[in-house]
């Protein structure tokens, strides 16, 4: 089968060959070098001083510790699809009051509506955003985004799940307070491990933060990084160690420009293909994801359809997510994808619509 899923998504042959090998102690010599080395490559892809912390988690735990440790009370979240919605679940789940700024599915959040609305809501502490917003298909302006945040004086937490290691992110010089992702999108690596980097100021918040509970206390993980321990509980080894061969990778073979313009390349193939078939993409123009594409089903086909045919086919893309399940279907363009692969899938896609 060949993947175009929005994640977990196919993982480099290499990532797989790291991971196969024999378990070693989160406590010894080889794990605290793999550690620190992936740490310090991560902090260098995203370009920040900030720590990392490598949890033992999916990116949903980041949320979840963004709130427990950063927000007492307030939060604005920037809603334009299903993952900026669980955003806001997670802070709701914490006993938080959630301002919601929402726009119609398939157009970004922009920043003069963020700015309008840290106008009206002006004791929010932080702002989260949602960078590629998965579900949908778009990606969020967020390099303005932040920066409206941090005028107004609110933290900038931006989930960056499918995006990070898709397209650049500048956590220092755009001002992120936290960042993260997950290991089973643009990377390329088996799920289970989230990755994320922690601004000063967040932890700062974290210290004197009450009932932020144990698992993912900014404080705990801060002191173990500095002490070189590593992390407080058992890592994923397996992961971490797929995803510091990614970035080694990444670095031989051009460096992040170069692996940011190959998903650039795979995704205009995508969607060149997808017009040439007369599909048309979900949103709004000027605004499309450089890592998956979320396409119109046609009037005579359900999108969960074409995703079941494609299915017996030898290609599995993405159904539509949520309200956009039967409207919709998702082609990704994460992790290990051969550029011929593209040229088949979308023959293929053709033929099951007739086209
Ligand atoms: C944008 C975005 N945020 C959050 C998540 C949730 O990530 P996880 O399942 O790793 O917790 C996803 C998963 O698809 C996502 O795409």
């Given at each position: 089968?060949?993947?175009?899923?929005?994640?977990?998504?196919?993982?480099?042959p290499?990532?797989?060959?790291?991971?196969?090998?024999?378990?070693?102690?989160?406590?010894?010599?080889e794990?605290?070098?793999?550690?620190?080395?992936?740490?310090?490559?991560?902090?260098r892809?995203?370009?920040?001083?900030?720590?990392?912390?490598?949890?033992?988690?999916?990116?949903?735990?980041?949320?979840?510790a963004?709130?427990?440790?950063?927000?007492?009370?307030?939060?604005?979240?920037c809603?334009?699809?299903?993952?900026?919605?669980r955003?806001?679940?997670?802070?709701v789940?914490?006993?938080r009051?959630?301002?919601?700024?929402?726009s119609?599915?398939?157009?970004?959040?922009?920043?003069?509506?963020?700015?309008?609305?840290?106008?009206?809501?002006r004791?929010?502490e932080?702002?989260?955003?949602?960078?590629?917003?998965?579900?949908t298909?778009?990606?969020?302006?967020?390099?303005d985004?932040?920066?409206?945040?941090?005028?107004?004086?609110?933290?900038?937490?931006?989930?960056?799940?499918?995006?990070?290691?898709?397209?650049?992110?500048?956590?220092?010089?755009?001002?992120?307070?936290v960042?993260?992702?997950?290991?089973?999108?643009?990377?390329?690596?088996?799920?289970?491990?989230?990755?994320?980097?922690?601004?000063?100021?967040?932890?700062?918040?974290?210290?004197?933060?009450?009932?932020?509970?144990?698992?993912?206390?900014?404080?705990?993980?801060?002191?173990?990084?500095?002490?070189?321990?590593?992390?407080?509980?058992?890592?994923?080894i397996?992961?971490?160690?797929g995803?510091?061969?990614?970035?080694?990778?990444?670095?031989?073979?051009?460096?992040?420009?170069?692996?940011?313009?190959?998903?650039?390349?795979?995704?205009?193939?995508?969607?060149?293909?997808?017009?040439?078939?007369?599909?048309?993409?979900?949103?709004?123009?000027?605004?499309?994801?450089?890592?998956?594409?979320?396409?119109?089903?046609?009037?005579n086909?359900?999108?969960?359809?074409i995703?079941?045919?494609m299915?017996?086919?030898?290609?599995?893309?993405?159904q539509?997510?949520?309200?956009?399940?039967?409207?919709?279907?998702?082609?990704?363009?994460?992790?290990?994808?051969?550029?011929?692969?593209?040229?088949s899938?979308?023959?293929?896609?053709?033929?099951?619509?007739?086209?």
């Amino acid at each position: 089968m060949k993947l175009f899923t929005v994640g977990p998504v196919a993982c480099y042959p290499e990532v797989l060959q790291e991971m196969g090998r024999q378990m070693y102690s989160h406590r010894s010599r080889e794990y605290i070098d793999l550690h620190y080395d992936t740490v310090e490559r991560l902090k260098r892809f995203l370009e920040t001083e900030n720590e990392v912390f490598l949890f033992s988690s999916t990116g949903t735990g980041f949320m979840e510790a963004c709130i427990r440790n950063c927000v007492k009370e307030r939060i604005l979240c920037c809603i334009n699809g299903d993952f900026g919605q669980r955003f806001a679940e997670v802070a709701v789940s914490n006993g938080r009051i959630v301002e919601k700024l929402e726009s119609r599915l398939g157009d970004p959040i922009l920043p003069e509506v963020l700015e309008d609305a840290l106008k009206t809501h002006r004791e929010v502490e932080a702002v989260a955003i949602t960078h590629n917003e998965t579900s949908t298909g778009v990606i969020n302006p967020l390099k303005d985004l932040v920066s409206i945040a941090k005028e107004h004086g609110k933290m900038a937490f931006v989930d960056a799940v499918s995006s990070m290691g898709g397209t650049e992110i500048k956590v220092d010089e755009w001002g992120i307070d936290v960042c993260f992702t997950s290991s089973q999108k643009c990377f390329g690596v088996p799920p289970g491990l989230a990755m994320g980097s922690v601004s000063a100021e967040a932890l700062k918040r974290s210290e004197a933060a009450v009932n932020k509970g144990y698992y993912f206390d900014f404080k705990i993980w801060e002191k173990d990084q500095k002490r070189r321990v590593g992390t407080p509980v058992t890592s994923v080894i397996p992961q971490i160690a797929g995803l510091n061969r990614v970035l080694r990778m990444i670095e031989e073979k051009g460096g992040k420009a170069q692996y940011f313009d190959l998903y650039k390349k795979r995704n205009e193939r995508i969607r060149r293909g997808l017009e040439k078939i007369g599909l048309l993409t979900f949103p709004k123009r000027g605004f499309e994801s450089p890592t998956v594409s979320c396409v119109n089903a046609p009037q005579n086909m359900k999108g969960t359809e074409i995703y079941a045919k494609m299915r017996e086919s030898g290609y599995e893309l993405a159904q539509g997510y949520g309200t956009l399940r039967e409207k919709t279907f998702r082609i990704g363009n994460m992790g290990y994808i051969e550029l011929e692969d593209i040229d088949s899938m979308l023959t293929v896609l053709k033929d099951i619509l007739g086209r």
